[in-house]
């Protein structure tokens, strides 16, 4: 039992988790153990969905989240899953993306959010709460339109 102790002590200590380039079908429920984790990377997967109950708000320290090159469909519609404060950088390209729900602007500290390659046709209003957002990645989407409110950034 003393091994376990150390080994979960050590993993606490992790500032960037590397799990991508793997199969995984799910964001792994062990997330909430990686309390310093400042980056996340869960690229490259065969992640379809992102549950509301994945909640990853006890990752204080976490300022990137890298879930490109999965087959994400759907966000949450309500309960932000994100760490609304620490998070500068989301990467959710080449997903299977049809729609970003409103509280992507309650991540106010956003600098950089990639949504290239998904199937958005537009995307939330609410980002103009992203006052420090300056890298806004849409290409390769079959967006028609976009918020009038985006030209407040």
């Not at 310093?36 to 549950?51: P, S, T």
């Not at 509301?52 to 990137?64: A, D, I, P, T, V």
């Not at 998070?87 to 409103?102: D, E, H, T, V, Y």
């Not at 199937?119 to 103009?128: A, D």
């Amino acid at each position: 039992m003393q091994d376990y102790i150390k080994i979960d002590q050590h993993l606490n200590a992790i500032w960037e988790l590397n799990v991508g380039q793997n199969v995984l079908s799910a964001v792994p429920n062990c997330l909430s153990i990686f309390s310093r984790v400042e980056r996340l990377l869960l690229n490259d997967n065969q992640i379809q969905e992102i549950k509301k109950e994945e909640s990853w708000k006890n990752l204080y320290n976490c300022r990137l989240i890298s879930l490109d090159n999965n087959l994400i469909s759907a966000l949450p519609l309500q309960g932000n899953p994100f760490p609304v404060h620490s998070l500068s950088r989301l990467i959710l390209s080449n997903n299977q993306l049809s729609s970003l729900p409103s509280y992507i602007g309650e991540c106010v500290n956003l600098v950089e959010l990639d949504v290239s390659g998904n199937q958005l046709i537009t995307v939330p209003r609410e980002l103009e709460n992203c006052k420090r957002l300056m890298r806004l990645y849409l290409q390769n989407n079959p967006i028609f339109c976009l918020p009038f409110e985006l030209q407040n950034l």
